[in-house]
């Protein structure tokens, strides 16, 4: 069995049975003003400095640094799984992740694909956090003790975290397969392939890239009343395909729908879908060079941003 259908058997297992998880009769959103399959945003002008902030205080800085490390992506296709909701909001909240990775240009499986994403409405998100800790330590990776109970103690209401590892720059091998079983206790079970090797020699290039191979993301269904299923989706794509900051370190734009859950207590406004800006983000993400530092690639991000936003007004 693959490792990401192995993920999916694990979390219906061990999230089945507890209080903390929805039932769907109790996740209740408003109908969307739009259809699931259109991308409506709103444009906004901006500074060359306001966009450099926009991408420095959205994406997490990665370990190292920004000299050092690597802004992290999916290397393949998203494949997007939304658990705790009714049958048709699943499918709205599926259907509109999935458009809003075309619309930035990203690749997205075919349906039926096996999931790489997941997005799990739970009561309390620290408490299932902490059930997953103990049941299913596996699906964190390699994110530390210490970060797990960050992630846990965070506030919520959304809890997010990504398994990344690193793959080889040339032939996008994984240092370390993730083809492995989820055990109930944290037992090493890893398979290592052959250490990664490179022909590169360039003090620019480097022989690795960091590689998002899953993305976890809870949201409590508290905070979700009264939202759009287009809302959630929007969010809960910017959150899981990038990964970001939690907003408790630096505050994300109030034109972003990553201030969904902060606008609120700012002027009780909150974005209503995702904003053009939060789409040339991660457009600018995923075709910017991924075997370069976090800086290089940002300064790549930036010029795209100046391209599409000056494009886009000429039209």
């Given amino acids: 069995m693959p490792f990401n259908r192995k993920i999916l058997a694990a979390m219906s297992i061990t999230l089945a049975g507890m209080a903390f998880l929805p039932t769907s009769s109790n996740a209740t959103f408003t109908d969307p003003n739009a259809t699931s399959d259109d991308i409506v945003v709103t444009g906004n002008k901006v500074t060359k400095e306001e966009i450099s ?22 290397q393949g296709a998203v494949c997007p799984k939304v658990v705790g909701l009714s049958e048709e909001n699943i499918k709205q909240v599926e259907r509109r992740m999935r458009g809003v990775a ?37 699906l964190f990776g390699d ?21 990344i590892q690193a793959s080889s720059a040339e032939s996008g091998v994984l240092q370390n397969s993730d083809d492995v079983s989820i055990l109930p206790v944290d037992t090493p079970a890893k398979t290592y392939v052959p250490t990664l090797t490179s022909n590169v020699k360039s003090r620019i290039k480097r022989t690795v890239t960091q590689a998002m191979t899953h993305s976890f993301l809870l949201l409590e269904k508290g905070a979700l009343v009264d939202l759009t299923t287009i809302q959630i989706a929007d969010y809960a794509a910017m959150r899981s395909y990038m990964d ?23 002027d009780g406004k909150m974005p209503v879908s995702i904003s053009e ?16 530092s976090a800086a290089m690639q940002s300064s790549a991000m930036i010029n795209r941003f100046e391209k599409e936003l000056n494009s886009n007004q000429e039209d």
């Avoid at 994110?143 to 398994?163: D, F, M, N, V």
């Avoid at 970001?244 to 700012?266: C, E, H, M, N, Q």
């Avoid at 800006?277 to 370069?292: E, G, I, K």
């Fill in 53 to 74: 902030a926009f991408v420095r205080t959205t994406i997490s800085t990665p370990k190292g640094g920004r000299h050092k490390g690597q802004y992290a992506r999916f």
């Fill in 244 to 266: 970001t900051r939690d907003g408790k370190t630096a505050k994300a734009p109030a034109y972003s729908i990553l201030s969904l859950f902060d606008a609120a207590a700012v």
């Fill in 143 to 163: 994110i530390s003790h210490y970060e797990r109970e960050r992630i846990a103690k965070s506030g919520g209401p959304a809890y997010a975290w990504k398994r």
């Fill in 102 to 138: 075309l619309a930035a240009d990203m690749q997205v499986a075919a349906e039926g694909c096996a999931p790489n994403v997941y997005v799990m409405v739970v009561a309390d998100g620290n408490e299932a956090i902490s059930m997953l800790r103990k049941k299913r330590s596996r």
């Fill in 277 to 292: 800006l939060d789409l040339v983000l991660l457009s600018s993400l995923y075709h910017s060079p991924a075997d370069v």
